[in-house]
């Protein structure tokens, strides 16, 4: 089956799906993008990214292209035309079609929206099983991460650093040895005494969806969250680690470059987390059914 996508109007298969060469988004990276995950139709936490979608246009001075009840609708749509039960709805917003120029262009400018929607397979049981490793890269990104813009070349070059040498993921590390977030994901530790650490919200770090409810299902169980700055050494010298995104869910992380955490088996802590999301997902799919 030809996937669907939604492009600025119209419903197109994807051979025909385009966009204009002097698109800003194409020209300038002048656009924002949100991920989510479909599970039987259901957008897992649709409201919270809607919510951090019209943040980053606000900070990024773009108005939306509809409505936000007409955009879930499109969103929803779109995940239908593509018949899957389990996978992920991207959305982007470039701020439209214009002359090539560094300011921003009339603000008759309408928005440009692209929808595409895809099956993802689930996480290889073995690989949750196992664990991953990741690598630490200095972090050469702008000062406002907690945008969701497009233009995400340092997450690709530190990305492919981590595929190249084998690893899972990449670890950005500040100037001052602080760990911010990997390239596609939230990086979180647990200490001897149990406590998840994970970067507080800031300019430095995307306020994951993901990390976002795992915060909130994990106090919900009495669970200690501390939202602070953390080393690379003290990532090192954890207990456990792991790693959170829209894709990868709750993923344990069982090596940091070469340090070997624990016995290099997934911690009891880090899976009993991933089985309380897992538990949230499954309940969100039965509250439609």
Not at 15 to 26: Q, S
Not at 33 to 56: F, K, P, T
Not at 216 to 226: F, N, P
Not at 252 to 265: A, C, K, Q, S, Y
Request: with cysteine; glycine share 6%; net charge positive.
């Amino acid at each position: 089956m030809s996937r669907i996508a939604y492009v600025n109007g119209r419903y197109l298969p994807h051979g025909a799906a385009t966009v204009h060469i002097e698109d800003r988004g194409y020209q300038f990276s002048d656009g924002v993008y949100e991920v989510i995950a479909v599970r039987n139709g259901v957008l897992i936490d649709g409201e919270w990214h809607m919510e951090r979608l019209q943040r980053s246009l606000s900070e990024l001075q773009i108005r939306m292209p509809m409505a936000a009840a007409a955009l879930n609708v499109v969103l929803r749509e779109t995940a239908r035309r593509n018949r899957f039960r389990e996978g992920i709805v991207y959305l982007q917003i470039s701020r439209g079609v214009a002359r090539r120029d560094h300011p921003f262009p009339s603000p008759d400018t309408p928005p440009a929206l692209v929808v595409t929607a895809r099956r993802t397979p689930p996480m290889s049981a073995r690989v949750i099983a196992e664990g991953v490793g990741v690598i630490s890269q200095p972090d050469i990104r702008w000062d406002r991460c907690d945008i969701k813009s497009i233009s995400l070349l340092p997450n690709v070059l530190v990305k492919q650093a981590a595929r190249v040498q084998g690893a899972f993921e990449a670890w950005q590390v500040d100037q001052d040895g602080f760990v911010t977030e990997g390239a596609s994901t939230n990086a979180w530790i647990i200490n001897s005494e149990g406590h998840l650490i994970t970067r507080p919200v800031e300019n430095a770090i995307l306020n994951g969806i993901t990390r976002r409810r795992l915060i909130a299902l994990a106090r919900a169980q009495d669970m200690t969250v501390e939202e602070r700055p953390f080393t690379l050494a003290e990532a090192k010298s954890a207990r456990e680690a792991f790693l959170t995104s829209t894709t990868a869910f709750v993923l344990p992380v069982v090596r940091i470059d070469e340090t070997v955490l624990g016995n290099g088996r997934p911690g009891s802590h880090t899976m009993g987390l991933r089985q309380l999301y897992m538990n949230f997902l499954a309940e969100k799919t039965l509250e439609t059914d």
